[in-house]
């Protein structure tokens, strides 16, 4: 039996599935099984992912690729949220 999990959330992936597909855009970038994609992650999109896989410890605000933080920054100053209002 096979089941398609689709999420943002590598970790979630790893732990319930033997082979992982990143797609980006609609197209399939990578490929792997679960264990090489952490190993070994090789696309920049997979990377990124990696990068925002929520973690104990990480605030949402961690989790932004930095060039964004940067731009986020710049606009409404070093302690502006990622969510606006949103967030208390």
Same mark, same amino acid.
């Given at each position: 039996?096979?089941?398609?999990?689709?999420?943002?959330?590598?970790?979630?992936?790893?732990?319930?599935?033997?082979?992982?597909?990143?797609?980006?855009?609609?197209?399939?970038?990578?490929?792997? +099984?679960?264990?090489?994609?952490?190993? +070994?992650?090789?696309?920049?999109?997979?990377?990124?992912?990696?990068?925002?896989?929520?973690?104990?410890?990480?605030?949402?605000?961690?989790?932004?690729?930095?060039?964004?933080?940067?731009?986020?920054?710049?606009?409404?100053?070093?302690?502006?949220?990622?969510?606006?209002?949103?967030?208390?």
């Amino acid at each position: 039996m096979s089941t398609i999990l689709i999420t943002h959330d590598l970790g979630l992936a790893a732990a319930y599935c033997d082979r992982v597909v990143v797609m980006e855009k609609g197209r399939v970038v990578e490929t792997a +099984k679960s264990a090489d994609i952490f190993a +070994k992650p090789e696309h920049a999109y997979t990377k990124k992912l990696m990068r925002a896989t929520p973690r104990l410890g990480v605030s949402l605000r961690d989790l932004l690729p930095e060039e964004e933080a940067q731009q986020r920054r710049r606009r409404h100053g070093r302690r502006a949220s990622a969510y606006g209002r949103r967030l208390p």
